[in-house]
Nanobody, 125 residues
Framework: VQLQASGGGLVQPGESLTLSCTAS????????VGWFRQAPGKEREGVSC????????YSSDSTAGRFTISRDRAKNTVYLEMNSLKLEDTAVYYC???????????????????WGQGTLVTVSS
């Protein structure tokens, strides 16, 4: 059972990146999934979360309109498309999944049992 996150890198402000998170050993199809990030010296925060029914239940105020979460059930993969990246988006990004997240707690990292290893996104001019 594993989540593999990828797609991070070094970009300039205003550029785009798409992160991928592929599951092996289990299906993401009917799980709540989320992207979280942790910047140096800060707590892990929810970025965008999707319910098991594929509804986007949460997008953070700082990323709404710029970041989009999506799921490809055929590829067993969740994506985070990030546009108009800003310096403050620099962080390690983690994907997470869980079969029993309560919607009211979907942004709480502690609710998720399955985590990817993290992928570093650096936005720098």
């Amino acid at each position: 059972v594993q989540l593999q996150a990828s797609g991070g890198g070094l970009v300039q402000p205003g550029e785009s990146l798409t992160l991928s998170c592929t599951a092996s050993g289990f299906s993401l199809s009917h799980l709540a999934v989320g992207w979280f990030r942790q910047a140096p010296g800060k707590e892990r925060e929810g970025v965008s979360c999707m319910s098991s029914r594929n509804f986007v239940e949460y997008s953070s105020d700082s990323t709404a309109g710029r970041f989009t979460i999506s799921r490809d059930r055929a590829k067993n993969t969740v994506y985070l498309e990030m546009n108009s990246l800003k310096l403050e988006d620099t962080a390690v990004y983690y994907c997470a999944a869980d079969p029993s997240v309560i919607l009211s707690s979907i942004t709480m990292a502690a609710q998720y049992d399955y985590w990817g290893q993290g992928t570093l996104v650096t936005v720098s001019s």
